[in-house]
């Protein structure tokens, strides 16, 4: 099981990303991807699902 977990808790690659709602930079955690859209802390919470 040790295996599967190795490379966890490591620092994360921060990107830079302009929020679609607000407009604002932001930095995400992920690379984005062109066509889809990428939300700040704050306007992704009023998009989250429950």
């Known amino acids: ?3 599967r ?3 966890y808790g490591g ?3 921060m990107h830079k ?3 679609a709602d607000c407009g604002e930079e932001c ?4 690379k984005p991807t062109e066509g889809r859209p ?5 306007c992704y919470q009023k998009h989250r699902q429950y």
């Open 1 to 3: 099981m040790s295996d």
């Open 5 to 7: 977990r190795r490379g």
């Open 11 to 13: 620092p994360r690659t």
């Open 17 to 19: 990303a302009t929020c």
């Open 27 to 30: 930095e995400v955690p992920f």
């Open 38 to 42: 990428v939300y700040c802390r704050e």
